[in-house]
């Protein structure tokens, strides 16, 4: 079983920063993709930003130049570093992963995905 803790989430004004940070533990081999999902209430989930296990990024092109994702993989965590906030950044955010787990003698992908932090960014 995999778990992910999230924390960093909070309120800011618009123009604000914050970082999140979560980090994956259990019984896995390898991580393989992970990144940052979002959902607003009443939107579908979305993906902010991903890393490879070998360092190949992806953002949406409404944090480009604003987010910085991380990734420490000796310590099987992601970072999101938020900076110049918006209302439309509001969201709960989850960090996601795809763990690889051995299975007998077979290796296995799944997702994981952590409880979700709150931002509220106000105008």
């Known amino acids: 079983q995999v778990h992910q803790v999230e924390s960093g989430g909070g309120f800011v004004h618009s123009g604000g920063s914050l970082r999140l940070s979560c980090a994956a533990s259990?019984?896995?081999?390898?991580?393989?993709?992970m990144g940052w999902y979002r959902q607003a209430p009443g939107k579908e989930r979305e993906l902010v930003a991903s890393?490879?296990?070998?360092?190949?990024?992806h953002y949406r092109d409404s944090v480009k130049g604003r987010f910085t994702v991380s990734r420490d993989n000796a310590k099987n965590a992601i970072a999101l570093q938020m900076t110049k906030l918006n209302p439309e950044d509001t969201a709960a955010y989850h960090c996601?992963?795809?763990?690889?787990?051995?299975?007998?003698?077979?290796?296995?992908?799944?997702?994981?995905w952590g409880q979700g932090t709150q931002v509220t960014v106000s105008s």
């Open positions: 996601h992963a795809v763990c690889v787990v051995l299975n007998g003698d077979i290796l296995h992908e799944f997702n994981t």
């Open positions: 259990g019984n896995f081999v390898r991580i393989n993709d």
């Open positions: 890393i490879t296990e070998f360092g190949t990024i």
